[in-house]
Nanobody, 121 residues
Framework: QVQLVESGGGTVQPGGSLRLSCTASGLNLDAYTIGWFRQVPGKEREGVSCMSSSAESILYADSVKGRFTISRDNANNSTYLLMNSLNPEDTGIYYC??????????????WGQGTRVTVSS
């Protein structure tokens, strides 16, 4: 059974940082593009960042460029999203996902359950 489990969400003040983690079981993440997405109630899900299976290609949404950093640790079957300079617009539920294709707009086969991030003073 394939599972992706996110952790690391929480409440942080504007300007703060969080590091999200996602660990997979039941599949080898190194064969997949990994992506991070977020969703706010009432809005469409937004692709935040993705990294190719080789880690050679990385994509960020314009809204997070320069503030977020995606990484992967294939030995631990995990991916991470370091989020700096957080602002209230970053509030949402963050999901990690795995795809056999490259990009943020391609189908993602496996999804985690999400971790909530709240940026508020």
């Amino acid at each position: 059974q394939v599972q992706l489990v996110e952790s690391g969400g929480g409440t942080v003040q504007p300007g703060g940082s969080l590091r999200l983690s996602c660990t997979a079981s039941g599949l080898n993440l190194d064969a997949y593009t990994i992506g991070w997405f977020r969703q706010v109630p009432g809005k469409e899900r937004e692709g935040v960042s993705c990294m190719s299976s080789s880690a050679e290609s990385i994509l960020y949404a314009d809204s997070v460029k320069g503030r977020f950093t995606i990484s992967r640790d294939n030995a631990n079957n995990s991916t991470y999203l370091l989020m700096n300079s957080l602002n209230p617009e970053d509030t949402g539920i963050y999901y990690c996902a795995a795809s056999l294709w490259w990009g943020l707009s391609v189908p993602y086969l496996y999804w985690g359950q999400g971790t909530r991030v709240t940026v508020s003073s």
